[in-house]
């Protein structure tokens, strides 16, 4: 593929199954001949990975919301300037499993900070970079902790369930607000069952429409 490549991500609460999808998405892109590459939010760098531990570890349990918000758009910040855009401009397919969405999400419906702030700090951190196409991996947070928790919950895991509802809630705000942009996926079923969903969905990026129309899977 030549030009510019397609940045697509997934999000969604906790145990939805983005991980799993992703990676079925990504064989079935490069069967087709494409260069994909997959990286996780926060993460995917040297310095996002260290980041990434602060953030999760379930002993940081005084950190306060801003100091949240702030190293998760920090990790962003560095995956963006030295993974995303260089691949994306050497025409790659970037599967990213969470991006903005995400903080708006967790930090915003979630902790209850201000939406218009995370925006314009996220804007900040991506310099303007947004998605062509986002997946929102929609499932009941009772269902997708259980998941999530079987070898023990970091910390944002371990918040009370009322906390993963209002992240749900926000997720499904999102998608509504952005409905060009954003495919709301049932992740209920069978992983056979959301992939077939997923792959409806990416159809509507041409690039990978004209890949996918009339060859098997």
């Known amino acids: 593929m030549s030009g510019r490549g ?15 999808q992703i990676e079925l998405l ?31 570890d379930p002993a940081l349990g005084e950190m306060t919301i801003q100091t ?16 995303i855009q260089p691949d994306l401009a050497a025409g790659r397919i970037v599967l990213c499993d969470r991006f903005a969405d995400s903080t708006l999400a967790y930090q915003g419906f979630g902790r209850g900070l201000r939406l218009e702030e ?10 303007g970079l947004v998605p062509d196409l986002t997946f929102v991996l929609d499932l009941d947070p009772d269902i997708g902790l259980v998941r999530a928790v ?9 918040e009370h369930i009322a906390f993963h509802r209002r992240v749900q809630e926000g997720f499904r705000t999102i998608a509504a607000s952005e409905p060009s942009r954003v495919a709301l996926i049932d992740a209920a079923g069978t992983i056979e069952d959301v992939h077939d969903r997923v792959i409806a969905a990416v159809r ?8 996918l129309t009339g060859r098997p899977r």
């Open 6 to 20: 397609v940045f697509i991500t997934f999000e969604g609460g906790e145990g939805c199954g983005k991980s799993t």
């Open 26 to 56: 990504a064989k079935l892109l490069e069967e087709r001949g494409l260069t994909v590459v997959v990286m996780r939010e926060p993460g995917g760098t040297q310095v996002g990975e260290r980041v990434r531990d602060v953030l999760l």
């Open 68 to 83: 949240e918000l702030l190293l998760y758009q920090a990790s962003r910040a560095q995956l963006v300037a030295e993974r």
């Open 118 to 127: 995370i925006s314009a700090l996220s804007a900040f951190a991506t310099t």
């Open 150 to 158: 079987k070898n023990g919950a970091d910390r944002l895991e371990a």
């Open 204 to 211: 509507r990026l041409p690039v990978i429409n004209m890949l």
